[in-house]
């Protein structure tokens, strides 16, 4: 397959990794406490070149992490998110599921694609 063909299909070094994760507050945040912790993740996730996707309730987190191109996301990168989510004070419960390919799914709000 041309390399055109396999960046538009985004295949072999073109494949974009992402992973879901899913978090539960206890105590629910309120809406200082949300805010903090939204702009805590984001900051985390962006200093390792990543981005995140879904949002952030009063009881839990529920979205994915993906790559920007580059760094792509690895499974070392999901397991230190995954520990870092674990580290914050307000979150019981961390859930980080395997790598998927996110292709189109990704890069479709990406100016850099």
Do not use: Y
Not at 5 to 16: D, V
Not at 38 to 48: F, G, M, N, P, Y
Not at 87 to 103: I, R, Y
């Amino acid at each position: 397959m041309k390399r055109r063909l396999r960046k538009k299909l985004h295949l072999a070094e073109f494949t974009e990794f992402a992973f879901d994760v899913r978090a539960t507050f206890v105590p629910p945040l309120d809406g200082a406490q949300n805010e903090a912790f939204l702009d805590r993740l984001i900051d985390a996730v962006e200093a390792r070149g990543l981005r995140f996707g879904g949002g952030v309730a009063l009881e839990e987190l529920d979205g994915f992490i993906h790559g920007r191109r580059p760094p792509r996301v690895t499974p070392a990168e999901r397991d230190v998110m995954a520990d870092r989510l674990r580290a914050q004070p307000e979150v019981s419960e961390v859930e980080a599921g395997p790598l998927w390919n996110c292709g189109e799914k990704c890069s479709a709000d990406d100016p850099t694609s």
